[in-house]
T-cell receptor, first 112, second 112 residues
């Protein structure tokens, strides 16, 4: 069975700080990987996705993620966060057809 | 406007009273999926559908049923709701299998 682990439950940063959120998955085969963001009171939005090819994936709002197959990781990064990035972030993995598994989420608080 | 419409937004019901949460998308997407979101647990996939008449279980299908008789609709049915099904539910659709791209606004269900 597939599983996803997000190591940081709550991250607090000041504006302009760099961000890296960890995501590791457990599955022995081919995976598709995703990061989602959920702003307070809203539904999830897809930030970026990795299916194949270049392991460094760029998404919306200045986010990027790097797939490291040997480490089973797909960490999310942003060079300089803004107050508006305050939200909950979810990593997800899809291994076959339509089945998806999400991590528990990381709450990011950016202090102005 | 491209959208996923869920109804109702809020629902309070009693144990054992059958209910249906509707989900409809106007983008002709083949892939649709249902999730529940609980604090500290992230999103968990309940059921997904790759196309009309093709449905499959996600990670937490117990106590739920779905149907996909036409491409645009993917209702979630709780035959005999129980208090542990109190949760926030999201429907999603996508042109790509396994990717939750467009989300509905959510249905907050309370079972007493």
């Amino acid at each position: 069975a597939q599983s996803v682990s997000q190591h940081n439950h709550h991250v607090i940063l000041s504006e302009a700080a760099s961000l890296e959120l960890g995501c590791n998955y457990s599955y022995g085969g081919t995976v598709n990987l995703f990061w989602y963001v959920q702003y307070p009171g809203q539904h999830l939005q897809l930030l970026l996705k990795y299916f194949s090819g270049d392991p460094l994936v760029k998404g919306i709002k200045g986010f990027e993620a790097e797939f490291i197959k040997s480490k089973f990781s797909f960490n999310l990064r942003k060079p300089s966060v803004q107050w508006s990035d305050t939200a909950e972030y979810f990593c997800a993995v899809n291994t076959n057809a339509g089945k998806s598994t999400f991590g528990d989420g990381t709450t990011l608080t950016v202090k102005p | 406007e491209a959208q996923v419409t869920q109804n109702p937004r809020y629902l309070i019901t009693v144990t054992g009273k059958k209910l249906t949460v509707t989900c409809s998308q106007n983008m002709n997407h083949e892939y649709m999926s249902w999730y529940r979101q609980d604090p500290g647990l992230g999103l968990r996939q309940i059921y997904y559908s790759m196309n009309v008449e093709v449905t499959d279980k996600g990670d937490v299908p117990e106590g739920y049923k779905v149907s996909r008789k036409e491409k645009r609709n993917f209702p979630l049915i709780l035959e005999s709701p129980s208090p542990n099904q109190t949760s926030l539910y999201f429907c999603a659709s996508s042109p790509e299998s396994g990717v939750a791209l467009h989300f509905g606004n959510g249905t907050r269900l309370t079972v007493t």
